[in-house]
């Protein structure tokens, strides 16, 4: 089992790049499968916004580019075909997985 995280262009690309790795149950529902654990990030803030006492925005947040994911593949030692590509190591993670 490993931990890695991924950046793409958006959340689109990235449902697409997981689509293979969920099942559909009997009543047509999408489940994951086994193979591996999804972690939707989205964006980090890179600079905090600024708001006035009323919460009105005097200077907006700055976030990073792409969309993140963080997975958990099972019975893998690195990233499946095709996946490299995306993957990154952030230089101060917000979180760890054990």
């Not at 995280?5 to 997981?18: G, M, V």
């Not at 591996?36 to 964006?43: R, T």
């Not at 708001?51 to 993140?68: K, L, W």
């Amino acid at each position: 089992m490993i931990h890695k995280r991924y950046t793409f262009n958006d959340k689109a690309q990235a449902d697409s790049k997981i689509s293979k790795f969920f099942d559909i149950d009997e009543e047509g529902n999408k489940v994951p499968n086994e193979r591996a654990a999804f972690i939707y990030l989205d964006k980090f803030v890179l600079v905090q916004g600024e708001y006035d006492e009323e919460g009105i925005e005097i200077v907006a947040p700055t976030y990073t580019e792409g969309y993140a994911l963080d997975v958990v593949w099972h019975n893998l030692e690195e990233s499946p075909y095709g996946w490299k590509t995306y993957e990154v190591e952030p230089e101060s993670p917000c979180h760890t997985l054990y």
